[in-house]
């Protein structure tokens, strides 16, 4: 399995434009769907995203934002593939490049123990062949990650600036969101806001407000 995985990112090809648009349709349709049965999860991420950087990432990945940079790609997969194409193998690049930066990689396995044992012998061997590929980079150990800067700046302009925001779908439920900070940035919380939120979740938002 560890050799598929190493020939697949090797050997990959990246000049199939049908097989791109596929992938792009597919993934689209998944958010569409997603959004109709759980808006309330994308509403959440879009507001989350003016507050943290991370929060930011991962609704670009995989909140509303995803689908409007999926739908863009694919008009760029139609009408200038060349450049989608780049694109693709830079990223391929920059995956290569990332196995060789600080003192290691990190892949998580999960399994039980004599699983784990059978693994490990050939983990190493592949680890260890693409690390005497190329000169380890270290430059970058200790220093912010790349994402951060431009994170924080879109953070900035993220927010609806106090205006409200919609998104049309087609489904027979509504769903509204409304944020606010409960604390302030860095402030030490323990354990029992976890009790409120879940009540406030399956609790006050049920059975007073939908019923």
Same mark, same amino acid.
């Given at each position: ?6 020939? =697949? /990112?090797?050997?990959?090809?990246? #000049?199939?434009?049908?097989?791109? /648009? ?24 879009k507001m989350e995203a003016q507050y ?11 909140? %509303?934002?995803?689908?409007?940079i999926l739908e863009q790609l694919a008009? #760029? *997969? &139609?009408?200038?593939?060349? *450049? @989608?194409?780049? &694109? =693709? ?11 060789? $930066?600080?003192?290691?990689? $990190? ?11 059978? @693994?490990? &012998?050939d983990l190493k061997r592949v680890l260890?062949? $693409? %690390?005497?590929?190329?000169? @380890? ?13 431009? *994170?924080?700046?879109?953070?900035? %302009? ?22 606010? =900070? ?17 009540? /406030?979740?399956?609790?006050? =938002? ?6």
């Amino acid at each position: 399995m560890l050799d598929l995985f190493m020939d =697949l /990112l090797e050997n990959c090809e990246l #000049d199939r434009q049908d097989k791109a /648009l596929q992938i792009l349709d597919r993934e689209m349709s998944a958010i569409r769907s997603a959004i109709q049965s759980s808006g309330h999860a994308y509403a959440v991420k879009k507001m989350e995203a003016q507050y943290d950087p991370l929060s930011l990432t991962v609704e670009n990945m995989s909140g %509303v934002s995803q689908l409007l940079i999926l739908e863009q790609l694919a008009l #760029d *997969a &139609r009408d200038r593939w060349p *450049a @989608v194409r780049g &694109r =693709l193998e830079r990223l391929k690049d920059g995956i290569w490049k990332a196995w060789g $930066v600080g003192v290691g990689s $990190v892949i998580s396995l999960t399994g039980e123990g004599k699983t784990i044992d059978a @693994v490990e &012998r050939d983990l190493k061997r592949v680890l260890s062949s $693409v %690390v005497a590929m190329k000169k @380890v980079d270290k430059s970058s150990i200790g220093q912010p990650h790349p994402w951060l800067g431009p *994170a924080r700046e879109a953070m900035k %302009v993220y927010g609806s600036g106090g205006k409200n925001e919609g998104i049309v779908v087609s489904s027979q439920v509504s769903y509204v969101g409304k944020e606010g =900070l409960m604390y302030n940035p860095n402030e030490e919380i323990n354990g029992s806001t976890d009790v409120v939120v879940h009540y /406030l979740k399956k609790g006050y =938002l049920w059975y007073t407000v939908r019923e």
